[in-house]
């Protein structure tokens, strides 16, 4: 199946092409008019809140926005929210320098994919191998600050994933105990918190791939965090299954080992981790940005 928004991720987009205007407009709420007040109101209530300290540029606001379809109360909410997980786990958010050595090793493994070519939605595919490390040495709070590393480099080179969203591939093949142990209770809240509530990005479709047959387990408790909306875009695929899981990405944007022909998982994985090495300032320049809790 050939793809209908053919542009790569490379091209560092930061300017709605009229497309993708329209689309914004019909699913969004979002024309010149709502675009420019909206920003205007978030700005000026930043500027004016005691507890944000946090960036006010239009690339910033707009991702949480469009998130929001541009209910400017659910916006702030939003934002509110989060700043105070990224308060609450600074060990996912902050102390993101990528050539720490401990993140170097999780970069050279290609944990969070990000495709370079948008899916015949505008969306972007990003597969995760969620059982490729080692839980004996690898800190899940680790693993989470390289997903939200690659996850902010494919939003700066890629405006319109505020648009559109994003398709979630989450690869469990051959899972371990131990990597099952990882994912404690309050770690899958906080995920789910993140994708549903918090981080400005819209997660269109949740596919749990390669499952084994006692998935359920895990799958349980992420249902227990979740809202009817997301529990109806998670979907899971077992061994058994995998054929349909790509049914509806193209072929030319998926990597071989999925059955694609846009290269190798190897030369996706030393893509994503030479951009964050070269986007290493702009990548933790967010780290002063806070929400300040006042303490009782």
Request: contains cysteine; proline residues 3%; glycine residues 2%.
């Amino acid at each position: 199946m050939a793809s209908a928004h053919d542009d790569s991720i490379v091209r560092a987009e930061q300017v709605l092409t009229s497309e993708d205007e329209r689309y914004a407009a019909v699913h969004l709420n979002e024309t010149n008019e709502t675009k420019e007040s909206a920003v205007v109101e978030i700005r000026r209530w930043i500027e004016e809140s005691d507890n944000l300290r946090v960036r006010t540029d239009d690339f910033f606001i707009l991702r949480f926005l469009r998130t929001c379809k541009f209910n400017v109360e659910k916006t702030k909410m939003r934002m509110q929210n989060y700043y105070k997980q990224r308060s609450d786990l600074p060990e996912w958010f902050m102390n993101k320098d990528p050539f720490q050595s401990e993140l170097q090793e999780l970069l050279n493994m290609g944990l969070f994919l990000p495709l370079r070519k948008r899916d015949n939605q505008g969306r972007v595919v990003i597969i995760i191998r969620g059982t490729r490390h080692d839980p004996r040495i690898h800190k899940i709070s680790d693993i989470c600050k390289i997903g939200v590393l690659a996850t902010e480099m494919a939003t700066k080179n890629y405006n319109a994933i505020s648009v559109y969203g994003i398709a979630l591939f989450i690869d469990v093949a051959n899972p371990t105990m131990r990597h099952a142990v990882q994912m404690r209770p309050h770690v899958i809240m906080n995920l789910v918190h993140c994708w549903q509530s918090s981080y400005p990005i819209r997660v269109s479709v949740l596919n749990i791939i390669n499952a084994p047959e006692y998935v359920n387990v895990v799958l349980k408790i992420f249902r227990s965090f979740m809202n009817e909306k997301m529990k109806s875009r998670l979907n899971v695929y077992t061994q058994k299954t995998m054929q349909d899981c790509f049914k509806d990405i193209p072929v030319n944007i998926l990597p071989v080992e999925y059955g694609g022909t846009d290269g190798t998982l190897q030369e996706l994985t030393e893509y994503w981790k030479n951009l964050i090495e070269e986007n290493r300032d702009w990548l933790i320049s967010d780290e002063n940005d806070q929400l300040i809790v006042s303490k009782q």
